[in-house]
């Protein structure tokens, strides 16, 4: 944020103000704990009564300010003030309301909401090493049809990841390559070994754990590999800014109602796709590596990820100023989110008609 080439000291200036607070921390001392909701809240309330008291606020009331959530943004989606409820009520509060804000996962019902990828562990210095980089995983052979890592949610009556587990392991000719956190978490937290294990495999599964989306989503594309979907909210409504809207050309989808009910067998519809359908895809994945990564400066001749949020956040903030100026209100649908009904039953099974 601070090398970025277009900061001003002088907020008259500014087209967007970034506002330095970090949510995340602070909700995670609490997440756990049992403590009262005026307490999860305190930081919450106490940011936006700071920013009120702020000149800039006033200019557009903050419709011209955002932040960064650090989390999913179930973690600050409180109701009521009861004690027993989840997280923060933070993206609840009718001035964060006016603010864009930036999350790991966004809800599609949200028009301020917009999801950025999770951090890899690929943090380039220079355009360069993203080159060099994309050289390496363009030409790695592949040994594995597919891979998972993860665990099981063995609790979760809804999640598939112990009937994908069980198909792995059956795979034949050790098609797929497993690593089960729950029996062996010190891999799963190994960049090195992560990262290697989706260099050497075709497709990598990306099924929905405590929430939709993974980080896991984002090391496969690092290293060159497919990733598969189960459910549309994993990526296809989330990060619309940094993914292509055709999610087609980078992705399969593999509806999870056929996972859970034994008619779809994974090893088989992947090893379906032609060689050809599976080279362009991993084209297209390669090629969308500098757009996930957070480089450590600014890349020559390429956009990285913090590049593609501030170029949006910056469009969606001149259009709300645009619109103020013509004596008209910012419409919540001109964000590019979807709408309830895109997330509705029906559209999900639209949805899973597409594989």
Not at 203 to 212: A, E, I, K, V
Not at 223 to 244: K, M, R, T
Not at 272 to 290: A, D, F, G, N, Y
Request: proline letters at 5%.
């Amino acid at each position: 944020m601070k090398q970025y080439e277009c900061l001003t000291r002088n907020s008259s200036l500014a087209s967007a103000i970034y506002a330095p607070f970090y949510p995340g921390l602070e909700i995670s001392r609490y997440l756990w704990s049992e403590v009262n909701s005026s307490v999860k809240d305190a930081a919450a309330l106490d940011f936006v009564v700071w920013l009120k008291k702020k000149h800039e606020w006033n200019r557009m009331f903050g419709k011209n300010h955002f932040f960064v959530a650090g989390k999913i943004n179930w973690d600050f989606k409180r109701t009521g003030d009861g004690n027993d409820g989840w997280g923060s009520k933070l993206l609840n509060l009718p001035e964060v309301k006016n603010m864009t804000v930036l999350t790991i996962e966004s809800s599609p019902y949200e028009s301020n909401e917009f999801a950025i990828p999770y951090p890899t562990y690929f943090h380039p210095s220079n355009i360069n090493e993203v080159y060099k980089w994309q050289k390496i995983v363009s030409r790695k052979k592949r040994a594995y049809l597919f891979s998972f890592a993860g665990a099981s949610r063995p609790n979760q009556k809804q999640s598939i990841r112990g009937e994908l587990i069980s198909q792995c392991k059956d795979a034949l000719n050790d098609r797929c390559n497993l690593v089960n956190c729950m029996q062996n978490n010190y891999q799963c937290n190994s960049p090195t070994h992560i990262i290697k294990m989706f260099m050497k495999s075709v497709f990598c599964l990306q099924p929905s754990g405590d929430s939709y989306t993974r980080r896991s989503t984002f090391d496969s594309i690092l290293a060159g590999c497919i990733p598969v979907f189960f459910h549309p909210g994993s990526a296809y409504i989330q990060y619309l800014w940094h993914l292509p809207k055709n999610y087609t050309k980078y992705s399969v989808f593999i509806p999870e109602d056929g996972v859970k009910n034994g008619t779809v067998r994974v090893e088989e519809l992947l090893s379906q796709i032609s060689e050809e359908e599976v080279s362009s895809m991993r084209k297209e994945v390669i090629r969308l590596i500098p757009r996930i990564l957070y480089a450590r400066k600014k890349l020559n001749m390429v956009e990285d990820a913090f590049d593609v949020a501030v170029t949006n956040v910056l469009e969606r903030i001149e259009d709300a100023r645009r619109l103020i100026q013509e004596g008209k209100e910012p419409s919540n649908n001109s964000s590019g989110n979807l709408s309830r009904e895109d997330f509705s039953e029906g559209k999900l099974k639209e949805w899973s008609s597409f594989f």
